[in-house]
């Protein structure tokens, strides 16, 4: 059985019953709109613990364009019958205030590495990850939590902000889950157009067989995508693009490249 939670207190309560009882849990924290990623995610998850608790909060501190807030999408109930049927036994969704109850006051920050890349085009975007990603990790309370590599920069940041502030979370990765075609899953995904669609595996193409970031760019400037960065940073080659005021990111390992 599922057992949905909106009320962060009952769920605290919950979870300190479990502890006494030394039943594990695995948490998969998610902005919601579930795909598969997200359910290799849960599964890997179920397979490790006896429980696994799902959040899903859209992050507002976390986007740096309002737009891209207002437009990210959302469809609670259809996630939760994700969950159901994935048999979670426990899904988080709070609202803002209770997850703010500061309205932002305090706030996490990375100096050096949330600074580049996706830190550097989304000014303030990492405060928001890291501070909801504490938040959260406090009130789970689990033994271990799912993060994809797909937001590479983002899982790298999450390990920091463990070891910085000693809490006792095991952040386990898992890899990206891709179309056939090789695109990345991502929400974002389905506010592509059918033609840019069939133009997005290109990205990842692009990124896993130029021979340098500057080559990987240019091919993808020439088929038509704004590129915001194609870097290389901690043996991954990385990239942020636009295709139809649909921002995509992927990354893929510099060892291996096909
Ligand atoms: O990766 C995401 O979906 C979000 O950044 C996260 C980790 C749930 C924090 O809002």
Redesign the pocket.
Known sequence: MTRVFEDLSAWRHERRAQIRTGVTLGFV???GALHEGHLSLVRRSRAENDRTLVSI?V?PT?FDDPNDFVRYPQNVDEDVAMLRDEEVEFVLVPGASQLYPDDFRYRVTESERARVLEGACRPGHFDG?LT??LKLLQIAAAERAY?GEK?WQ?LSLVRGLVDAFFLPTAIVACATVREPDGLALSSRNQRLSPSDRLKAPQFYRALSTAPSPDAAARTLREAGFAVEYVEELEGRRLGAVHLGGVRLIDNVPLQGRR
């Open positions: 924290p998610t902005m909060f992050n976390q990850v909801v990603v993060f937001d983002q």
